[in-house]
């Protein structure tokens, strides 16, 4: 053994390497999918099992993969075994986070021979690797079959290679080592374009040499930064941003490179001073903050003082030129041969880089245009400072392969430059690292090589072939670019903003990104505040100490936290377009976009742990050798703190008993006519369709139509070619299909063209389904809506011959809702199955088909049956309020209060209020008026505004001739609905009555 092992072979790291991974892969298996899941998951098993094509840009290395999955024989069920992809790949990345942040941590431990040290750098090292592994998001998507495992993965593998480049740099092996990750990161791109995300951070090491000074290091680390900066300005309104956000992001760096100083320089103070007072507006809002939290009346946040501002505005002007003057100073004193303080000349960059970015807000210098010119000028400064310090080759080279990220066409005219400029700068100019070059574009081209599988594939026409790329080149060339959801590329459209930068960056539902950041490792609001900065200390350390491998961690934060947030530009609804008057906003969270900035995070916290403890134990060194030595050893209580993610977590990222996505599609699928030609809607009703028929053989005679890929020419062809379906159209006249417009004005898209088509050239050889998931705008025909010619039928909707309204075929449904073997309703009872908001939206469609039916049977008298069918779905579907409240109406037609008062105590959903007024009113028709009105004055005093109570109970005082109590009620109820006119009305006038009626009395006397 000892002559396998390499005797610098660090044993203990490699055993606790190993118990990451392995700890972390036994909690992924624990809480792994049994099935197939919603959303692109059912997607991903489908063509992973038939290596089919799936939605732009296609994932072929997943795809391979994934197929490789499936044949081994790791579970019965195919989807467990694609499933297991996601365990293994992000297990191994906490086994990568957790060996990134040992080399990492080696870097800023002196003494490494110490016990403690040791300790510590492979705790902290396993913290971070937890915290990365248990966070919700990640955790979540490594227990099912999505991209986002293996893609984190092969980031994590680049991290860690990069820091064993920055350890060997100069040597042979370093050229080797970015070789690989060049190969790794644009491999990558066959499973998310996120990893290509890592390489023009690491790709720093390489263009920059060895003894480039640290200041350059920092003049890259700002040129990101302004990067990030001018898209946020360039694409604000006018007048969206205020001026002092721009001197408060700087601040903030600002400040973090002040107490970096032991001893801080007086003009330092000065300037950090200058700061607090240019940005005295925002403490407007921190006062209302806190007098909103102690209670007072604030009035509108948006108003701050005019003189505040005013205010704000000449300090900063005031510090623009003391700033002006002590760069006069520096170069002055440089001028005379003088040693002039570099901590000067940085505080005044730090002031007139700010005056930069306010100017950039006032000056109307907007869009991607402005973009360009302004990135392109501090590319060209920031080239000038670093000339002598580039590996121009290997620029040359790195920033040919990066054009992949403008397209397809640009990646080709972008690696053919960079090879002639490669030949000429080492054939002509003699200059080194030109074969390392020569040896970048190849390896570029052999990893991106992997995406030719899609055209390959696609022309020999698998059932799931989305886009058709092998159509033409330029298919293809737009399936890579993701053209079909949009032909405007994602980087000019950074630039019109789809929502407000509040709800991007903050807390709003489906896309802000505090919002998950937030809710990450178990520990929300103020207790992960507090990790936050534990991270964000342990980020600032290792740039203190290490600014190389730590800006290059920060950098990679920014790019996926920030940058993303940019990038993506998620849609909040609140922007319509200025023609059309349409907006948008995100079908479901968002989180998974952000995964790497969660992950990285997470080895930020462990970094911040680690120091925060060694912080701690220096402090209390001068303490004797007994408190010294308990204090240290309770520290290390601190590297515990993930065990709260996993248990905060568990229940939300446990999928192992979730059979509801498979349910769900075996229902729809069940519930179908023979042959039928079955329409769906969207992606839940859609992905697991497909991978019951095409993985478990399921149904297979069902032709599913998905209306939503039917607003598609490439999806129309494929139904009359892969369905077999009767069309009226060749391959010309499918592409001229256009959306046209009504006589009524609305829309009539090539999905209700399709739809039209099917009808009218199929009718009379197939059978024709609407799911229930379908609306009533996608069931029309010639533009006419045809709900009056449909039946339900268990889970579908199939046309009539004839009638006045749309109706139930109660007979068939009872036949399938009640049998086991056609209908299944797993975990959807089960309280230790979480349940996700598709899982919950989408199975309501399913209780609907219930509810329906038991309403049917109720009205034609069957109070038995429907008692029966809407008992299944309450007691099954315990979420979904339709089958209750149809179980309280049977009861209440059937005068069963007994039943009805039960069914208010068991029942997890519904409108309790309501039933218990049904209650209430049933007791009052059963002659039961004493108990009604208790029931009744019960439920207004818990909901004072509650009009169902309120007018019930009004019914039982007139019927009594009860005036004094009705007198009462109305009163009561006016003081707490006090625009109620119509009440109060009724009330005037029962008083003129009972007046009139009082009168009469004493005049008969």
């Keep these: 053994m000892r002559k396998i092992i390499p005797q610098n072979f660090d044993l203990t790291n490699f055993w606790v390497g190993f118990g990451v991974w392995l700890s972390t892969l036994v909690v992924y298996l624990l809480t792994l999918a049994p099935t197939v899941s919603f959303w692109d998951c059912g997607e991903f098993i489908t063509v992973s099992y038939i290596l089919g094509i799936p939605h732009p840009p296609g994932t072929p290395l997943y795809v391979l993969i994934g197929r490789l999955f499936a044949l081994v024989p790791t579970f019965v069920d195919f989807s467990a075994r694609i499933n297991l992809l996601s365990a293994v790949s992000s297990s191994l990345t906490a086994l990568f986070g957790y060996l990134a942040t040992v080399r990492i941590l080696g870097l800023w431990f002196t003494d490494t021979d110490s016990l403690y040290n040791r300790i510590l750098i492979y705790g902290g090292s396993a913290c971070g690797a937890f915290f990365l592994a248990f966070g919700v998001t990640q955790w979540s998507n490594s227990v099912e079959a999505e991209v986002y495992g293996l893609a984190l993965l092969m980031m994590l593998v680049i991290v860690w290679l990069t820091l064993i480049y920055y350890r060997n740099w100069g040597t042979a092996l370093a050229d080797r080592v970015m070789l690989l990750i060049v190969y790794l990161a644009f491999l990558g791109i066959g499973v998310h374009m996120t990893v290509l995300a890592i390489l023009p951070v690491a790709a720093l090491f390489f263009i920059l040499k060895k003894d480039t000074p640290l200041k350059f290091w920092f003049l890259v680390a700002v040129f990101f930064f302004m990067e990030f900066y001018l898209i946020f300005a360039l694409s604000s309104r006018p007048g969206e941003v205020p001026f002092y956000v721009p001197i408060i992001i700087t601040f903030i760096v600002y400040a973090f490179y002040v107490f970096s100083f032991e001893n801080i320089p007086g003009y330092l103070l000065l300037v950090g001073l200058g700061f607090l007072l240019a940005i005295a507006p925002v403490y407007t809002y921190i006062i209302r903050a806190v007098m909103s939290g102690l209670g007072a009346q604030t009035g509108a946040v948006a108003d701050v003082p005019a003189w505040l501002s005013t205010f704000g505005t000449v300090t900063f002007v005031i510090m623009i030129l003391y700033a002006l003057y002590n760069l006069y100073r520096y170069l002055n004193l440089r001028k005379h041969g003088g040693l002039p303080d570099n901590h000067l000349l940085i505080s005044s960059l730090f002031v007139l880089i700010t005056g930069f970015m306010v100017g950039i807000l006032v000056v109307d210098f907007r869009g991607y245009t402005s973009f360009m010119i302004l990135s392109a000028f501090l590319l060209f400064v920031l080239g000038i400072f670093a000339f002598r310090y580039i590996r121009w080759p290997i620029l040359a080279a790195i920033v040919g392969a990066f054009m992949v990220v403008i397209g397809i066409i640009p990646f080709i005219y972008g690696l053919a430059a960079a090879l002639v400029v490669i030949l000429v700068l080492g054939l002509m100019f003699k200059m080194p690292g030109w074969r390392a070059a020569l040896m970048i574009l190849l390896v570029t081209v052999t990893g991106f090589s992997v995406h030719l599988f899609i055209p390959i594939r696609s022309a020999q026409d698998p059932f799931i072939n989305e886009n058709n790329p092998s159509e033409s080149i330029q298919t293809t060339i737009n399936f890579l670019e993701r053209r079909q959801y949009g032909s405007q590329s994602m980087i000019p459209r950074m630039f019109t903003r789809r929502a407000e930068w509040a709800n991007q960056f903050g807390d709003f539902r489906r896309m802000g990104f505090w919002n998950f950041f937030n809710e990450q490792y178990g520990l929300p609001d103020g207790k992960f505040f507090v990790l936050f900065v534990i991270g964000l200390y342990g980020l600032w350390e290792i740039i203190r100490r290490r600014p190389r491998p730590g800006l290059f961690l920060l950098i990679l934060i920014l790019i996926s936290s920030v940058g993303l947030v940019l990038y993506m530009n998620f849609a909040d609804g609140t922007r319509q377009h200025p023609i059309t008057g349409a907006d948008y906003i995100e079908v479901r969270d968002r989180d998974y976009f952000f995964t790497p900035a969660f992950v990285l995070y997470g080895l930020a916290i462990g970094l911040g742990m680690t120091m925060l403890i060694n912080s701690i134990r220096e402090m209390v060194s001068g303490f004797s050798t007994g408190p010294r030595k308990l204090i240290s050893v309770s520290l290390l209580v601190l590297l515990l703190t993930p065990c709260f993610p996993l248990a905060k977590n568990y229940y939300r990222c446990d999928r192992s008993n979730n059979y509801i996505p498979f349910d769900y599609a075996w229902n729809l699928l069940n519930s179908a006519d023979q042959n039928a030609v079955l329409f769906t809607n969207a992606d839940n009703d859609t992905f697991p369709v497909w991978c019951l028929q095409l993985v478990y053989g399921v149904r297979t005679d069902v032709k599913m139509v998905n209306l939503s890929l039917a607003n598609t020419d490439w999806y129309i ?10 069309l009226p159209w060749n391959d010309e006249q499918i592409k001229a299909l256009r959306p ?126 429907a008692e029966k069918v809407a008992l299944i779905a309450a007691h099954k579907i315990p979420h979904a309020t339709d089958p209750v409240h149809s179980l309280a109406s049977i009861y209440a037609a059937r005068e069963d209060t007994a039943k009805l008062a039960g069914l208010i105590g068991w029942a997890q959903a519904g409108d309790k209020k309501y039933m218990r007024c049904l209650l209430g009113s049933t007791k009052f028709k ?80």
């Excluded at 062809?717 to 009767?726: I, S």
Aim: charged residues 30%; proline residues 2%.
């Design 740 to 865: 046209y417009r009504l006589q009524d004005g609305r829309t009539f898209r090539l999905n209700n063209q399709l739809v039209d088509a099917v009808i009218d050239n199929n009718t009379d050889r197939l059978p024709i389904n609407f799911s229930i998931t379908t609306s009533s705008t996608s069931r029309q025909y010639h533009g006419f809506q045809i709900d009056s010619l449909l039946e339900l039928s268990g889970f579908k909707w199939y046309i009539k011959e004839h009638g006045p309204r749309m109706t139930v075929n109660v007979e068939e449904s009872m036949a399938i809702l009640t049998d086991t073997a056609k209908v299944r309703l797993r975990s959807l009872d089960d309280p230790s199955v979480y349940k996700d908001e598709a899982a919950l939206r989408t199975t309501l469609n399913i209780a609907s088909s219930y509810s329906i039916v038991a309403d049917t049977l109720k009205r034609a008298g069957r109070y038995e049956e």
């Design 926 to 1005: 059963m002659g039961r008026e004493g108990e009604a009105e208790i029931i009744l004055k019960g439920v207004l005093q818990e909901y004072p505004s509650y009009r169902q109570a309120f007018e019930e109970l009004v019914r039982i005082y007139i019927k009594n001739e009860q005036a004094a109590s009705l007198d009462d009620l109305l009163q009561t109820w006016l003081r707490h609905n006090p625009d109620d006119s119509r009440t109060r009305q009724f009330l005037s006038q029962l008083r003129e009555k009972a007046k009139e009626l009082s009168d009469n009395k004493n005049k008969n006397k």
């Design 717 to 726: 062809k494929q139904v009359r070619d892969y369905l077999r379906l009767n």
